[in-house]
């Protein structure tokens, strides 16, 4: 019989709606329960494609076992962090300084207040590897809790105590200016891995927000060693095991060092950061790998992800079934020589091992290869291998897919938004542009409210019932900036500037800080605060990069001030930790640009305007905002009072509360943002 989470809108919370675990979902209600019952609460967090949550949710959860001593000494409470990040992160903070690591699936153990007084992550169903068994566990805090009393009171106490004295002590330090984006670079220059590109060693993510910081630190100082560490990373990764060969989309990570084996889950927020750094890489360089990635990135998205409402899904599972009805990490994108053969026969399959790295002992496990492309083909094969791609793909459509998150995640979905309408720009693909307008329709018909408050999620149309955080209002807006440059229509901009509104209002703290949960949202232990930028822009960094752009469409001294309170944090961490600050980096070299202010005035049909708004579209300036209209348009603040020069179509561009004398000519054009 299904428990309490049959009725969840999150996909990870119904994986678990038919355990014998009598599972609650976060309320007010689960804590009353646990105080009525004085027990303590089991908090289980993680996320539908995380591999070892699916291995500790078959080993213990559906045990009836386990389930049964759960059931009768906790309230076992199931979240998914990416429905409420919140949760995670304050649990999170408590679990790493505990045991000075995390991951999930997290499990602690709260007081019926919400106290947490034990911690672990995965716990195996027997000891193993000097890890206690789960049912251990559960024995032994059940002990604590009937036998010591006391004593689980004062470390809950001592915990709870500790993360509310927590407080950052970076911001209201001035803005970051050339020094600390100097040592930044310095710093990641430390860090770079010279022979396979990245940072740092195994495992090895894709550092999409380093990226970003390198191509803007090129673009405005010109520095070739930024866009090399840039160009040479995007080039490794997009020939190893971590892009998909065949389908295109990044999966989460590499376990080693060089790329060639990935944790397979594919993420939508890997892919839609990492679709816009490759196209912002083709800018700077005009590399044919950076715009084929850039491409097929997104026709990944649209193609994998893109749910019946327009939206786009949270993630691809890692696992799937390997044709014996067993789930298998990796099963869908692995090949064998036997396997290649069998979809092409045997000339054309010696061919495709040699070009995509296939051997007889195998990359992965059991003799199989994850794809590589350790160089590209040369013009006597490009239209064979061409070839082998497609019926490669075809024949891997034939095996079981993997398992999809449908949730539509706001944040992630403004992130995908923005690289969408980009990448359509640049490349001339309408379709993405529409895909893309199409996400931002249901974003605001459906996650977003009367006051322009947004729900986190949502799934099959229904929004969920947890408030947006910080990195929702913020994405969403930055993904609603940029639709609003690609299609000229100003609503984007006017709902952008609701949803910062509300960031000014409800996120906003002493001295330029932000917190990641409104003032008016539920209150846990400790208000969760974090400038760091990890698998996504945090979501401090992202609403100064936001605020910031908006300040430059509309000259909102507001918006401006608030962007640059939120930019000290960048001043403190960017010369000591440039690797987990790297989209407040890219934004701190937008605030040195200016940014810039763009305006194209001209009439649609007009081959010059056209070719103006072009250029100013495919210009790398850091953080550059572009409004494009009619002249008498009131459709964007920047294209007040800019009329036609000569009757002809002109741009306008302002820098620093100064603005260049009007041009007329693409070229002209393109040197001033040059």
């Given at each position: 019989m299904p428990n309490r989470l049959a009725q969840a809108t999150s996909p990870y919370l119904l994986q678990h709606a038919d355990n014998p675990v009598d599972w609650w979902p976060w309320s007010p209600e689960a804590f009353e329960e646990a105080r009525r019952r004085d027990v303590p609460v089991l908090l289980s967090v993680g996320y539908s494609s995380c591999h070892w949550c699916h291995v500790m949710a078959h080993e213990s959860f559906e045990d009836e076992a386990t389930a049964a001593l759960l059931n009768e000494h906790f309230v076992a409470v199931k979240v998914d962090r990416e429905e409420r990040p919140d949760i995670d992160a304050v649990y999170m903070e408590a679990v790493q300084a505990a045991t000075g690591q995390g991951g999930w699936p997290m499990t602690v153990f709260?007081?019926?207040?919400?106290?947490?007084?034990?911690?672990?992550?995965?716990?195996?169903?027997?000891?193993?590897?000097?890890?206690?068994?789960?049912?251990?566990?559960?024995?032994?805090?059940?002990?604590?809790?009937?036998?010591?009393?006391?004593?689980?009171?004062?470390?809950?106490?001592?915990?709870?105590?500790?993360?509310?004295?927590?407080?950052?002590?970076?911001?209201?330090?001035?803005?970051?200016?050339?020094?600390?984006?100097?040592?930044?670079?310095?710093?990641?220059?430390?860090?770079?891995?010279?022979?396979?590109?990245?940072?740092?060693?195994?495992?090895?993510?894709?550092?999409?927000?380093?990226?970003?910081?390198?191509?803007?630190?090129?673009?405005?100082?010109?520095?070739?060693?930024?866009?090399?560490?840039?160009?040479?990373?995007?080039?490794?990764?997009?020939?190893?095991?971590?892009?998909?060969?065949?389908?295109?989309?990044?999966?989460?990570?590499?376990?080693?060092?060089?790329?060639?084996?990935?944790?397979?889950?594919?993420?939508?927020?890997?892919?839609?950061?990492?679709?816009?750094?490759?196209?912002?890489?083709?800018?700077?360089?005009?590399?044919?790998?950076?715009?084929?990635?850039?491409?097929?990135?997104?026709?990944?998205?649209?193609?994998e992800l893109r749910t019946p409402e327009g939206g786009f899904a949270s993630a691809l599972d890692a696992d799937s079934d390997d044709g014996t009805g067993k789930h298998v990490e990796g099963a869908y994108y692995a090949w064998t020589p036997a396997q290649l053969e069998e979809a092409l026969g045997a000339e054309d399959a010696a061919l495709a091992a040699a070009h995509y790295g296939v051997t007889e002992e195998g990359t992965f496990e059991h003799g199989a290869s994850v794809l590589q492309l350790p160089q590209e083909a040369g013009p006597a094969d490009a239209g064979r291998i061409a070839s082998i791609r497609t019926r490669l793909h075809a024949a891997r459509e034939r095996r079981e897919r993997p398992g999809r998150d449908d949730k539509i995640v706001a944040a992630w979905n403004g992130l995908a938004i923005a690289a969408l309408a980009e990448t359509g720009a640049l490349f001339d693909r309408p379709d993405l542009v529409e895909r893309a307008t199409e996400a931002a329709d249901l974003l605001v018909r459906l996650h977003l409210d009367d006051g322009g408050r947004l729900a986190r999620t949502s799934k099959d149309g229904r929004a969920g019932g947890h408030a947006g955080v910080l990195e929702d209002y913020a994405d969403v807006a930055e993904g609603f900036l940029a639709l609003a440059a690609v299609t000229g229509e100003g609503a984007w901009l006017d709902f952008a500037g609701l949803l910062l509104d509300h960031v000014l209002d409800r996120f906003t703290g002493e001295g330029g800080a932000l917190y990641d949960t409104a003032h008016d949202a539920e209150t846990l232990i400790r208000r969760p605060q974090d400038p760091t930028d990890n698998a996504t822009p945090s979501g401090w960094t992202a609403a100064a990069g936001a605020l910031l752009s908006y300040a430059a469409h509309t000259g909102s001294e507001a918006h401006r001030t608030a962007a640059e309170g939120a930019l000290g944090v960048v001043k403190a961490l960017g010369p000591r930790a440039p690797r987990f600050i790297g989209w407040g980096l890219a934004v701190a070299e937008a605030l040195l640009d200016g940014p810039r202010e763009i305006a194209v005035v001209g009439h649609a049909a007009d081959p010059v305007y056209q070719e103006l708004r072009r250029t100013a579209l495919r210009a790398a300036t850091p953080g550059a905002v572009l409004a494009a209209g009619a002249p008498d348009s009131e459709e964007f603040p920047l294209l007040r009072d800019r009329p036609l020069v000569a009757g002809s179509a002109a741009a306008y561009v302002c820098r620093h509360f100064t603005c260049d004398a009007p041009v007329t000519d693409p070229e002209a054009l393109a040197r001033t943002l040059r």
């Open positions: 709260l007081t019926p207040d919400a106290a947490p007084f034990y911690f672990g992550t995965y716990f195996p169903p027997e000891p193993r590897h000097g890890m206690p068994s789960f049912p251990e566990v559960l024995e032994g805090v059940r002990t604590a809790w009937t036998e010591r009393r006391g004593e689980v009171a004062e470390v809950a106490d001592r915990i709870v105590k500790d993360l509310a004295g927590r407080s950052l002590a970076v911001v209201g330090d001035g803005l970051p200016g050339e020094e600390e984006l100097a040592a930044a670079l310095l710093g990641l220059t430390r860090d770079y891995d010279a022979a396979r590109g990245g940072f740092g060693g195994a495992p090895k993510f894709p550092p999409s927000m380093a990226l970003e910081f390198l191509l803007r630190h090129h673009a405005r100082t010109g520095a070739e060693g930024a866009l090399q560490m840039a160009a040479d990373t995007c080039e490794a990764m997009a020939r190893g095991g971590i892009y998909d060969q065949l389908g295109g989309g990044f999966a989460r990570y590499a376990v080693d060092r060089a790329w060639v084996v990935p944790h397979f889950e594919k993420m939508l927020y890997d892919n839609a950061l990492l679709c816009r750094v490759y196209a912002h890489l083709w800018k700077a360089t005009g590399s044919d790998l950076a715009r084929r990635v850039a491409l097929e990135t997104a026709d990944f998205m649209v193609r």
